[in-house]
């Protein structure tokens, strides 16, 4: 039976709200039967009368939505970043399953309080680092634990987008407008919005966690409020070391993220340009090239794939891979998927930041 769904965000101007929508729908888990799609009740009656849904199941607020749905499963949150918390906290407290757009919430203490109250209620909770949903970081990540690389060394991951080349949230870009806005989007710009993604990518592959970080943060818009440009050097808990670069300002670029981990006796490289594939570069053999969909890969990579060797998947897909764990965790089988701990953790990891590069000490640690 197919799980119900309701939606708070995703209205007329949000891209991420119609990917979640596609990823949910894809494998049949759930079905989107209500939704609080905007703060402005015409934008969300006019999405709900877009997807089809009964007009008196589309709200004009999410408080309104929890006070009618009294029998949901789960409900999906695809709001800007200081409108995560409450919807989350209130949905839970309902007993309803909870996924979430990352970064989990506005502040750390928000995260801490969030994760406890998951904690406590036992519900299913994760949060979309999309990128966790890829077959080949699967595959990387399942090859690391078992010691293709031997001791992890080295994490070089970097993440350049150049949309914000230009002061476009001046110019009523309401994607831009909310990111560069430290009252929506919290103490980072672009080490909240893609910094995350990067630095959750080299802790799910690498099975390590980032403890300390000597960042610079910088603001390189003239006009912008908040960093557009960040990077940093990291120092792992098993003693590895790495560099992280997340920068929205690299003009030319469109989504670039790439990681590289190396170990003792070889490497991994993956990119989101070519996600569906891995090189893994041992140190005394030529480089070989693992594809998604072949029979050589670990159940777990498998479990991520819908096609056969050479037809390629993609980002929505990785979408739904997390949504298919979700409906696992609601049922009551969670497989690897980001969690309320990695939520915690990539908050941490913002306000590490962004105490590191106003600091004159520069390496601080990551405090959960």
């Given at each position: 039976?197919k799980l119900t769904l309701g939606m708070i965000g995703g209205g007329p101007d949000s891209f991420i709200g119609a990917v979640h929508r596609k990823a949910a729908a894809l494998d049949g888990h759930f079905d989107l039967v209500c939704g609080a799609f905007s703060s402005d009740p015409e934008k969300s009656r006019a999405t709900g009368a877009a997807l089809g849904?009964?007009?008196?199941?589309?709200?004009?607020?999410?408080?309104?939505?929890?006070?009618?749905?009294?029998?949901?499963?789960?409900?999906?949150?695809?709001?800007?970043?200081?409108?995560?918390?409450?919807?989350?906290?209130?949905?839970?407290?309902?007993g309803i399953h909870v996924i979430l757009d990352k970064p989990m919430t506005f502040t750390l203490d928000e995260a801490r309080e969030l994760k406890s109250i998951v904690d406590r209620t036992g519900l299913a909770f994760v949060l979309t680092h999309t990128y966790a949903g890829y077959p080949m970081v699967m595959e990387a990540r399942e090859r690391v634990a078992?010691?293709?690389?031997?001791?992890?060394?080295?994490?070089?991951?970097?993440?350049?987008?150049?949309?914000?080349?230009?002061?476009?949230?001046?110019?009523?870009?309401?994607?831009?407008?909310?990111?560069?806005?430290?009252?929506?989007?919290?103490?980072?710009?672009?080490?909240?919005?893609?910094?995350?993604?990067?630095?959750?990518?080299?802790?799910?592959?690498?099975?390590?966690?980032?403890?300390?970080?000597?960042?610079?943060?910088?603001?390189?818009?003239?006009?912008?409020?908040?960093?557009?440009?960040?990077?940093?050097?990291?120092?792992?808990?098993?003693?590895?070391?790495?560099?992280?670069?997340?920068?929205?300002?690299?003009?030319?670029?469109?989504?670039?993220?790439?990681?590289?981990?190396?170990?003792?006796?070889?490497?991994?490289?993956?990119?989101?340009?070519?996600?569906?594939?891995?090189?893994?570069?041992?140190?005394?053999?030529?480089?070989?090239?693992?594809?998604?969909?072949?029979?050589?890969?670990?159940?777990?990579?498998?479990?991520?794939?819908?096609?056969?060797?050479?037809?390629?998947?993609?980002?929505?897909?990785?979408?739904?891979?997390?949504?298919?764990?979700?409906?696992?965790?609601?049922?009551?089988?969670?497989?690897?998927?980001?969690?309320?701990?990695?939520?915690?953790?990539?908050?941490?990891?913002?306000?590490?930041?962004?105490?590191?590069?106003?600091?004159?000490?520069?390496?601080?640690?990551?405090?959960?």
């Open positions: 039976m849904l009964d007009p008196s199941r589309v709200y004009g607020s999410y408080d309104a939505l929890f006070a009618a749905e009294t029998s949901l499963d789960a409900i999906v949150i695809v709001t800007p970043n200081h409108v995560h918390f409450d919807p989350a906290k209130k949905a839970l407290e309902r078992r010691g293709d690389i031997g001791t992890l060394r080295k994490v070089y991951v970097e993440y350049p987008q150049g949309w914000l080349s230009g002061f476009i949230e001046n110019a009523g870009q309401k994607q831009a407008s909310w990111r560069t806005d430290p009252t929506k989007s919290g103490a980072g710009g672009s080490v909240g919005d893609i910094g995350t993604h990067a630095a959750h990518l080299a802790e799910f592959v690498t099975g390590a966690h980032i403890t300390h970080v000597n960042a610079m943060l910088n603001i390189v818009v003239p006009g912008r409020k908040l960093d557009d440009d960040a990077s940093a050097l990291l120092k792992f808990s098993n003693g590895a070391t790495g560099v992280l670069a997340a920068t929205q300002v690299a003009a030319g670029e469109e989504n670039n993220l790439k990681l590289r981990v190396y170990g003792d006796k070889g490497g991994f490289e993956w990119s989101h340009t070519d996600p569906n594939t891995l090189l893994f570069k041992p140190i005394d053999a030529p480089v070989q090239i693992l594809r998604t969909g072949s029979g050589y890969l670990s159940d777990a990579a498998k479990a991520y794939t819908r096609l056969p060797a050479g037809h390629p998947e993609g980002y929505i897909e990785a979408f739904a891979n997390l949504y298919g764990a979700f409906a696992g965790a609601v049922r009551g089988a969670l497989g690897p998927a980001p969690s309320a701990a990695d939520g915690v953790r990539g908050m941490a990891f913002i306000e590490a930041m962004v105490r590191s590069s106003n600091s004159d000490q520069k390496w601080t640690e990551v405090t959960l």
